[in-house]
């Protein structure tokens, strides 16, 4: 009800954050203490999360796979013999 009031929505600590992002809390400490990670906001000294910027980190972090095509499996060849061709060996 508070939250309405004021325009902001419930702020998470670790352990609701790190439940959200399949994570450890601890690997959430490391983050901020490496200046990495979702954003967060200090309440004293308690760190909480909102889940707009927890789902901004998800949504910044997501990779669309790219299609494999003929072109880009080749160029990942090794030079020299043709595909299927064995070597001879030493005599």
């Known amino acids: 009800m508070v939250e309405n009031l004021i325009g902001l929505e419930a702020l998470l600590?670790?352990?609701e954050a790190a439940e959200i992002l399949k994570l450890k809390p601890t690997t959430l400490q490391q983050w901020r203490?490496?200046?990495t990670g979702p954003e967060f906001v200090m309440i004293g000294d308690?760190?909480?999360y909102s889940r707009a910027a927890l789902?901004?980190?998800?949504?910044?972090?997501?990779?669309?796979p790219k299609p494999k095509t003929e072109a880009t499996t080749?160029?990942?060849r090794k030079p020299g013999r043709p595909r299927g061709?064995?070597?001879k060996g030493k005599k």
């Open 74 to 76: 080749a160029a990942k």
């Open 13 to 15: 600590d670790d352990v």
């Open 46 to 48: 308690l760190p909480r």
């Open 33 to 35: 203490s490496r200046g």
């Open 85 to 87: 061709q064995k070597g």
């Open 55 to 64: 789902e901004a980190y998800i949504k910044e972090r997501t990779v669309q």
